[in-house]
């Protein structure tokens, strides 16, 4: 097999691309829960674009374009492609959204949702994934990326309100501060349910007179949204 790290970086182009084609039928096959039987052009252009191995730790790097999670340190996990681009896609993200992610990991989410909208705002409650990946986001010139530790349970006050919130993690309930913080006719995106077992990505929509909506889009699995201590 040709070495991909030997060959430059493009050598990673064609993985991606098999990446998005596997993306592609499983977005198919899921059609009848999710709603959505393909994915906009835009959230495949970027997933064609960002280059998840330059997100994974260097001995998970020959599985980068594997649809499926990584480990990523301190017992946390890398998302599996397939559903970075389900979630980015169900927030039906404009090119002028300020949009807010918990749960920032290697933040390979957060550069998806970067290249789709004007400002991403990201929070991730460990505090080495964080330091790594702000000084991923630098390297890579995300400039319009703003990331912070912290317990994201709280949403982000200061930045609010945003046209789209994400949650990479589960939570057991849905944090009330979140729906707080997005804007008439904005949605969140978030898996709910009991930690380690079954889970439902819900989708909630505000509508203009604030009332709320929710759907569940599919079952899923993710690692559960953790709380800082409280005093
Ligand atoms: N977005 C990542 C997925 C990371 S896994 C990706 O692109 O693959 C979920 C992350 O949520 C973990 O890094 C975990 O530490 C973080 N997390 C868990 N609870 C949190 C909380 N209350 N606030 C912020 N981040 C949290």
Known sequence: MVNPEAAGPDAY???????????????HETAAETGRSQLQKRVLTAM??????LFVPPDQRA?????????????????QPFMVALMTDLLDLKATDRVL?????????????????????????VPPLATEAAARFAELNFRNVTARTG???????????FDAIIVTAAATEV????TGQLKP???????????WGSQSLLVIE???????????????????????KQQ
């Not at 182009?13 to 977005?27: W, Y």
């Not at 006719?185 to 930690?195: D, E, F, Q, Y």
């Open 13 to 27: 182009a064609l993985q991606r691309k098999a990446m998005v084609g596997t993306i592609e039928s499983i977005v």
């Open 48 to 53: 064609d674009k960002v280059p998840r191995h």
């Open 63 to 79: 599985f980068s374009y594997a649809n499926r999670p990584l480990p990523i340190g301190n017992g946390q996990t890398i998302s």
């Open 101 to 125: 992610e918990i749960g920032t990991g290697c933040g390979y989410q957060t550069a998806v949702l970067a290249e789709l909208a004007r400002e991403v705002f990201t929070i991730e409650i």
């Open 151 to 161: 317990d994201g349970y709280a949403g982000w006050h200061e930045r609010a309100p």
């Open 175 to 178: 944090p009330p501060a979140l």
């Open 185 to 195: 006719g904005g949605k969140l995106v978030i898996p709910v349910g009991h930690a």
């Open 206 to 228: 505000k509508d203009t007179n604030g009332s709320l909506s929710t759907r569940n889009a599919l079952g899923v699995r993710f690692v559960p949204l953790t709380r800082e």
